[in-house]
């Protein structure tokens, strides 16, 4: 199995910034998409940000403009760079990753969750 361990988060100020990261272990599988979902007090949770093995890449229509997706084969990890951030921002980010076994059977696993609090 693939896991996931994740950190970057923290108190900022509104239009502050912050960097997750978001790094898989070493396995056999193929992994297809790596990315963040979030989750905020009373709210569904929602994708922000995903990137897959060929670089397509997709964002939340709410972070288009100030969040920026990028990853680093070598290291097999995945970093969410997050600018302008607003208090609507503030929310725990989990990171995923889907991949897939020789079989073509498909699996995900989840980081521990990191809290984003936006706020003066």
């Known amino acids: 199995q693939v896991q996931l361990v994740e950190s970057g988060g923290g108190l900022v100020q509104p239009g502050g910034s912050l960097r997750l990261s978001c790094t898989a272990s070493?396995?056999?599988?193929?992994?297809?998409?790596m990315g963040w979902y979030r989750q905020a007090p009373g709210k569904q949770r929602e994708l922000v940000a995903a990137v897959t093995t060929d670089e397509i890449i997709k964002y939340a229509d709410s972070v288009v403009g100030r969040f920026t997706i990028s990853r680093d084969n070598a290291k097999n990890t995945v970093y969410l760079q997050m600018n302008s951030l607003k208090p609507e921002d503030t929310a725990v980010y989990s990171c995923?990753?889907?991949?897939?076994?020789?079989?073509?059977?498909?699996?995900?696993?989840w980081g521990q969750g990191t809290q984003v609090t936006v706020s003066s």
């Open positions: 070493e396995s056999s599988f193929s992994i297809n998409a």
């Open positions: 995923f990753v889907f991949y897939s076994d020789d079989e073509w059977r498909e699996y995900h696993s």
